[in-house]
């Protein structure tokens, strides 16, 4: 079966931990996004890379880092420097180029306490 | 800066009701506008409008988009219950890649 997988679905943290979010995609494309979603928000893009090896900062990058170092694979790194990490993570992918429908993983909740 | 305006914020009907969600933009160069469906866990797609006044259709689901007006609505006909569900609408940023999301349309329908 195709699509993105996210893991893990729930994950915990205490304040001054990095953590990595796994996100991976066997739908060959070439795009890959990083989305924060907040209770009453929309999604709010972190990261972007469309092809391996380049990643572009999207509005909120600050405290976040990402590795596109496979195609198939777009791990997020939330770090110690993200103020209020605690929200709804998204990854999606899509083909690139200007077809612009995206296909989203089912999400990692973290709560950093 | 690309905006992307969604009303209402919230709505509540019951089952069998007509529902209009609406969805306002500005952006730089616009190219398509997506709409999409979320229960809980990932948006799945539901339509992407790229031609002014060219309705969309999926069952009891429609969308169209007025490019000189700057919006586009969403129908959904004989509201079920499984319809409840945060819709989302997007328009590419203006990089040409993500999506810029507005906040979304929480919809209820109640038995």
Known sequence: ?113 | EDKVVQSPLSLVVHEGDTVTLNCSYEVTNFRSLLWYKQEKKAPTFLFMLTSSGIEKKSGRLSSILDKKELFSILNITATQTGDSAVYLCAVPANSGYALNFGKGTSLLVTP
């Open chain 1, 1 to 113: 079966d195709g699509g993105i997988t996210q893991s893990p679905k729930y994950l915990f943290r205490k304040e001054g931990q990095n953590v990595t979010l796994s996100c991976e995609q066997n739908l060959n494309h070439d795009a890959m996004y990083w989305y924060r979603q907040d209770p009453g928000q929309g999604l709010r893009l972190i990261y972007y890379s469309q092809i391996v090896n380049d990643f572009q900062k999207g509005d909120i990058a600050e405290g976040y880092s990402v590795s596109r170092e496979k195609k198939e694979s777009f791990p997020l790194t939330v770090t110690s420097a993200q103020k209020n990490p605690t929200a709804f993570y998204l990854c999606a992918s899509s083909i690139g180029g200007t077809n612009y429908e995206q296909y989203f993983g089912p999400g990692t909740r973290l709560t950093v306490t």
